[in-house]
């Protein structure tokens, strides 16, 4: 199922972002929910459309790539980005090594603390079994981790098979 941001506003993206930042004003509000979930998945779908269909390797995700590869390969020189279990991501210590991460880059990454999907495989696509939440930052390092160490390359080998297997 294909989701689109387009039927949302700046206004209504911003009331996510401060949501997401601020957990104890979200409550239950299913309208909030319900467009980061929109807003998530149209994500999720323009990435992985995008990394199975281009050399990853090749690709920029934004203007800081080498900083921000540089900067977490230097705070987390052993963190396996093929296959991620959660707990590097949410265990209590690993969190409070990620926000401090994240933190450094207030104000170079736009929405850097705004909440993404993550697969944890990069073999696979976005799905419930291989997904995790992430913000933004934390989702930025690892798939660029994941695109100058050749780990998501085998995405666009898998379409390509695919696509000649359907001629």
Known sequence: ??????????????????????PEEMG???GLEMQWAV???????????LISSVDASRLRLTKIDDKIYEQFRKEFPDLNVAKLDEEDLKSPESKEKWRNFCESFKGEIEDFNM???LRLNCEDDYNPDSTTFSVRTQFL???????????????????????????
Do not use: P, W
């Not at 700046?10 to 930042?21: F, H, M, P, R, V």
């Not at 807003?39 to 459309?49: G, I």
């Not at 690892?142 to 696509?163: M, P, V, Y």
């Open 141 to 167: 390092a690892i798939e660029i981790a994941r695109n100058k160490e050749g780990h998501n390359t085998c995405l666009l080998t898998k379409k390509q098979i695919s696509e000649i297997n359907s001629s």
């Open 28 to 30: 239950n509000d299913a």
């Open 115 to 117: 909440g993404t999907l």
């Open 1 to 22: 199922m294909a989701f689109s941001m387009s039927n949302l506003n700046a206004s209504e993206l911003n009331q996510i972002g401060a949501a997401l930042g601020r």
């Open 39 to 49: 807003r998530a998945m149209d994500h999720a779908t323009v990435h992985y459309n």
